[in-house]
C-alpha cells in the first residue's frame, strides 16, 4: 500500500514536496517513482528510483524536479521547484519489484499564474 502526501495549490515559482509512504517490510528492493497526469494529457514519467539509489528522469521533466528515497522511512520524494502552472497534474507515486507495479492514490498540485 502506497501513502501519497504533499500536494496542494501554489503560486508560479513555488515549491511542494510530495512524499510517498509504502507498507512493505523490503521498501530498499523496490523502485520507486513518480507518474504525473495533466488534464487533456497522457500519463508522464516524471522520475524513478531504485533501490541502489540510482536515479532517472523522464525525457520531458525539467531540472527543478529532484526524487530521493529515504530506506528506513519507507519514503521516495519528489521535490518540485520554480513551480508553472504546466505542472498542474494529479502526481501518482509507484513502487515496482518482480514485474509487478503498485500505485498510490495520486496527490493534486495546482500551480496558479
Known amino acids: 500500500q502506497l501513502q501519497a502526501s504533499g500536494g496542494g495549490l501554489v503560486q508560479a515559482g513555488g515549491s511542494l514536496r510530495l512524499s510517498c509512504t509504502a507498507s512493505t517490510s523490503d521498501f530498499s528492493l523496490y523502485s520507486m517513482g513518480w507518474y504525473r497526469r495533466a488534464p487533456g494529457k497522457q500519463r508522464e514519467l516524471i522520475a524513478m528510483?531504485?533501490?541502489?539509489?540510482?536515479?532517472n528522469y523522464g525525457d520531458s521533466i525539467k531540472a527543478h524536479f529532484t526524487i530521493s528515497r529515504d530506506n528506513a522511512k519507507n519514503t521516495v520524494y519528489l521535490q518540485m521547484n520554480n513551480l508553472i502552472p504546466e505542472d498542474t497534474a494529479v502526481y501518482y507515486c509507484?513502487?515496482?519489484?518482480?514485474?509487478?507495479?503498485?500505485w498510490g492514490q495520486g496527490t493534486q498540485v495546482t500551480v496558479s499564474s
Open positions: 509507484y513502487s515496482r519489484r518482480a514485474f509487478k507495479t503498485y
Open positions: 528510483s531504485v533501490g541502489g539509489g540510482t536515479t
